[in-house]
């Protein structure tokens, strides 16, 4: 995977278009289709560390391909990529942040516990309504 990929890949990733990507960096969206194009101009380090700092992948990965991809790998190296992106981009938010991202994850956990109930309600009113006696009969 050359420069031109990585750059291909940070882009499909964050489904971002060449010209938010060059807004997000400050640079013209020229630029940024001359570095998807032509794999001999060189990203500069400072570009890429912005790339690290902004959408998480490693400024050493963005320069040369060399891992990790992102940032901060986490510890638990048994977490998929795609875990570890989420995790990164979790450092980069402020406490509000944060705590909004747990209340929602904390929100799918009743959520799911409420469909498993109304699904147990569900069958036992189908059982009723079909005749069949009682489960704990």
């Given at each position: 995977?050359?420069?031109?990929?990585?750059?291909?890949?940070?882009?499909?990733e964050n489904?971002?278009?060449q010209?938010e990507?060059?807004?997000?960096?400050?640079?013209?969206?020229?630029?940024?289709?001359?570095?998807?194009?032509k794999?001999?101009?060189?990203l500069?380090?400072?570009?890429?560390?912005?790339?690290?700092?902004?959408?998480?992948?490693?400024?050493?990965?963005?320069?040369?391909?060399?891992?990790?991809k992102?940032?901060?790998?986490?510890?638990?190296?048994?977490?998929s990529?795609?875990?570890?992106?989420?995790l990164?981009?979790?450092e980069?938010?402020?406490d509000?942040?944060?705590?909004?991202?747990?209340a929602?994850?904390?929100?799918?956990?009743?959520?799911?516990?409420?469909?498993?109930?109304?699904?147990?309600?569900?069958?036992?009113?189908?059982?009723?309504?079909?005749?069949e006696?009682?489960?704990?009969?």
């Amino acid at each position: 995977m050359n420069q031109c990929d990585r750059i291909k890949s940070i882009l499909q990733e964050n489904k971002l278009k060449q010209k938010e990507l060059a807004a997000g960096l400050g640079v013209t969206e020229s630029y940024i289709s001359v570095l998807l194009k032509k794999p001999e101009v060189r990203l500069s380090r400072s570009i890429a560390a912005l790339i690290e700092e902004k959408y998480g992948y490693s400024a050493d990965w963005v320069l040369s391909g060399a891992e990790p991809k992102l940032k901060r790998a986490s510890r638990n190296r048994s977490l998929s990529e795609l875990h570890q992106k989420a995790l990164a981009q979790l450092e980069k938010m402020n406490d509000d942040q944060v705590k909004a991202v747990l209340a929602f994850i904390n929100s799918l956990g009743d959520i799911e516990k409420s469909l498993a109930e109304h699904g147990e309600n569900a069958a036992k009113a189908s059982r009723t309504a079909s005749g069949e006696p009682p489960e704990n009969l």
